[in-house]
């Protein structure tokens, strides 16, 4: 079955740098959008980042555009989310997801950032900015 497995999160000062990674097994992961999610304490979760099949088209949200950096090895069925200049309020369990391209909406923004578009999440792995 679909498992997405997200690793790399941990405890970073403000101004440093993490690197999450997810892992994808059982499904054709070089055919499917992969998305990146955040849920802060006592927030509703978030778009963070989104990546075509190929990686050809990529879109962020306002708030992390310029500090995170999303890319994919699909020989390696793994998607990585590059965070540098970490704030205080990136604070949050970040989840990848996962859902089949369609050429329909390979290319739009809004499909990317819609948590309904994608059926098939991680368990998450947690981000904490402090000094």
């Known amino acids: 079955q679909v498992q997405l497995v997200e690793s790399g999160g941990g405890l970073v000062q403000p101004g440093n740098s993490l690197r999450l990674s997810c892992t994808a097994s059982?499904?054709?992961?070089?055919?499917?959008?992969m998305g990146w999610f955040r849920q802060a304490p006592g927030k509703e979760r978030e778009f963070v980042a989104g990546i075509s099949s190929t990686g050809v088209f990529r879109n962020y949200a306002d708030s992390v555009k310029g500090r995170v950096t999303v890319s994919r090895d699909n020989a390696k069925q793994t998607v990585y989310l590059q965070m540098n200049s970490l704030k205080r309020e990136d604070t949050a369990v970040y989840y990848c997801?996962?859902?089949?391209?369609?050429?329909?909406?390979?290319?739009?923004?809004?499909?990317?950032?819609?948590?309904?578009?994608?059926?098939?999440w991680g368990q998450g792995t947690q981000v904490t900015v402090s000094s």
């Open positions: 059982g499904f054709t992961f070089s055919s499917y959008v």
């Open positions: 997801a996962a859902e089949r391209q369609s050429p329909l909406t390979a290319y739009s923004a809004t499909y990317y950032g819609r948590e309904s578009s994608y059926n098939s």
